[in-house]
């Protein structure tokens, strides 16, 4: 059974820091892409970053620059680094595994770690 567990949300003044950590469990973890979607009050979950298992990243445009995703395979864990930090990336962060088999994806998720940040 896949479970992951985010940790690491907060409150935080704009311009500050956080790191947000996904760890990962019942799978090879080392075999799955994973990423990290947030979700606004009223507006709908949007990607943030990926992280391929071979480890290349994209990102959605408002974050280019500001955050960075990781992964730890020996700890199966992803981290999302968040810089320089706005009021709009206030937001419920999800951890993501996106599982694809033939004709199909299954989704997995965290249960959600709060970040605001205040101005």
């Known amino acids: 059974q896949v479970q992951l567990v985010e940790s690491g949300g907060g409150l935080v003044q704009a311009g500050g820091s956080l790191r947000l950590s996904c760890a990962a469990s019942?799978?090879?973890?080392?075999?799955?892409?994973m990423g990290w979607y947030r979700q606004a009050p009223g507006k709908q979950r949007e990607l943030v970053a990926a992280?391929?298992?071979?480890?290349?990243?994209n990102y959605t445009d408002s974050v280019k620059g500001r955050f960075t995703i990781s992964r730890d395979n020996d700890k199966n864990t992803v981290y999302l680094q968040m810089n320089s930090l706005k009021p709009e990336d206030t937001a419920v962060y999800y951890c993501?595994?996106?599982?694809?088999?033939?004709?199909?994806?299954?989704?997995?998720w965290g249960q959600g770690t709060q970040v605001t940040v205040s101005s």
């Open positions: 993501n595994l996106a599982y694809y088999y033939p004709g199909g994806r299954a989704d997995y």
């Open positions: 019942g799978i090879i973890f080392k075999f799955y892409a």
């Open positions: 992280i391929t298992s071979g480890g290349s990243t």
